[in-house]
T-cell receptor
Framework: AQKVTQAQTEISVVEKEDVTLDCVYE???????LFWYKQPPSGELVFLIR??????QNEISGRYSWNFQKSTSSFNFTITASQVVDSAVYFC?????????????FGTGTSLTVIP | ETGVTQTPRHLVMGMTNKKSLKCEQH?????MYWYKQSAKKPLELMFV???????ENNSVPSRFSPECPNSSHLFLHLHTLQPEDSALYLC?????????????FGPGTRLTVL
């Protein structure tokens, strides 16, 4: 079965602290894609990053970095020197091809609050 | 202009009402999606349209009826809903329905069923 687990429901950090959001996934596909999305209070999810299952290189984009480890089926997201604007709900997602077509699976989200 | 728009932003309806949610994308995408977001649950994919053809229907009750008249517009027709259908309904679009494409989301319609 395909599944995404974000065990951290809510996290609070003080501004400038680093924070890591965990994501663990389950899939039987050999080819799959992992995503992170940010949902600010306005509601619309904003795409942050995509990773395919064959590319385990870690990625850094400004204060954001992602650690993909197939051995532990994890795709964790770290925010360095957090800012108040980082406060949002963050979703990890998995997509792959099933026998009925393409499917997309989201975790339950992690609500991050950055305290000034 | 915002890539994906949804109207209305908020909707309150009784269980016997019929209403429709509208989604429009201005990104030239060929795939559109409806999701349901309930508190403390993962986003649930409801429907996927690719080039105006429905390609996924994830066991959604028939009281939800999607319509995609063209690749830019997507509707979700609602009738005889239940209180447990209260949720945020999100529309999204992507270049096509391939699993590697990121999706662009609208702000959602907050639906309350009384």
């Amino acid at each position: 079965a395909q599944k995404v687990t974000q065990a951290q429901t809510e996290i609070s950090v003080v501004e400038k602290e680093d924070v890591t959001l965990d994501c663990v996934y389950e899939t039987r596909d050999t080819t799959y894609y992992l995503f992170w999305y940010k949902q600010p209070p306005s509601g619309e999810l904003v795409f942050l990053i995509r990773r395919n299952s064959f590319d385990e290189q870690n990625e850094i984009s400004g204060r954001y970095s992602w650690n993909f480890q197939k051995s532990t089926s994890s795709f964790n997201f770290t925010i360095t020197a957090s800012q108040v604007v980082d406060s949002a709900v963050y979703f990890c997602a998995l997509s792959g091809v099933t026998n009925t077509g393409n499917q997309f699976y989201f975790g339950t989200g992690t609500s991050l609050t950055v305290i000034p | 202009e915002t890539g994906v728009t949804q109207t209305p932003r908020h909707l309150v309806m009784g269980m016997t009402n019929k209403k429709s949610l509208k989604c429009e994308q201005h990104l030239g995408h060929n795939a559109m999606y409806w999701y349901k977001q309930s508190a403390k649950k993962p986003l649930e994919l409801m429907f996927v349209y690719s080039l105006e053809e429905r390609v996924e229907n994830n066991s959604v009750p028939s009281r939800f009826s999607p319509e995609c008249p063209n690749s830019s517009h997507l509707f979700l027709h609602l009738h005889t809903l239940q209180p447990e259908d209260s949720a945020l309904y999100l529309c999204a679009s992507s270049l096509d329905s391939s699993s590697y494409n990121e999706q662009f989301f609208g702000p959602g319609t907050r639906l309350t069923v009384l």
